[in-house]
Antibody
């Protein structure tokens, strides 16, 4: 069955960086994009960006693009989200989700989420 | 940038129908997807491409999209439908990106 398994919770100090991983299984990784979505405590869903599973092409939310890097490793069918220069506003649950081939389609499978806490 | 507007909350008695709207400029020209999120869980796709139902989603969930409003309708609402619901579109104009609505909390009375 299709699964997206994310790495565990992280705690960082302001100014630090964090990497979250998303291990995909049960489908052809290269045929789909991985989209990242975050949710601050008590808030709604916010699109972070997406990365193509095959080409590695990316599309980032404007408010994050200066600090964000999304990558994939096709050999391990794993997607990664790197976020730098963290502030308390980055405290959120980060989800990866399977999209279509371009990142514009629906998100039909989601990871369990990774809590990132930024605190001094 | 493109904005999607949802009511913060909708309340409905069990067994009745609930409609959750998602407003956006000419949203009828876009593909709208809907997600259900229960407390402490990841979102689940319940309606794709305006009115498609993914495998495993009950027929009680239906969607429509026209003009400036997309609507998610849940018929014969059950206690287990209580959740937050989000609409989502792809904004292909200008900066290409995904947009989520602010979410609607469905309360079953």
């Amino acid at each position: 069955q299709i699964q997206l398994l994310q790495s565990g919770a992280e705690v960082r100090k302001p100014g630090a960086s964090v990497r979250v991983s998303c291990k995909a299984s049960g489908y052809s990784f290269g045929n789909r994009a991985i989209t990242w979505v975050r949710q601050a405590p008590g808030r709604g869903l916010e699109w972070v960006g997406w990365v193509s599973g095959y080409t590695g092409n990316t599309n980032y939310a404007q408010n994050l693009q200066a600090r964000l890097t999304l990558t994939t490793d096709t050999s391990t069918t794993t997607a990664y989200m790197d976020l730098r220069s963290l502030t308390s506003d980055d405290t959120a649950i980060y989800y990866c989700a399977r999209g279509g081939s371009s990142g514009a389609e629906d998100l039909d499978y989601w990871g369990q989420g990774t809590l990132v806490i930024v605190s001094s | 940038s493109y904005v999607l507007t949802q009511p913060p909350s909708v309340s409905v008695a069990a067994g009745q129908s609930a409609s959750i709207t998602c407003g956006g400029n000419n949203i009828g020209s876009k593909n709208v997807h809907w997600y259900q999120q229960k407390p402490g869980q990841a979102p689940v796709l319940v309606i794709s491409y305006d009115s498609g139902r993914p495998s495993g989603i009950p027929e009680r969930f239906t969607g429509s999209n026209s003009g400036n409003t997309a609507t998610l309708t849940i018929s014969r609402v059950e206690a287990g439908d209580e959740a937050d619901y989000y609409c989502q579109v792809w904004d292909g104009s200008g900066v290409h990106h995904v947009v989520f609505g602010g979410g609607t909390k469905l309360t079953v009375l």
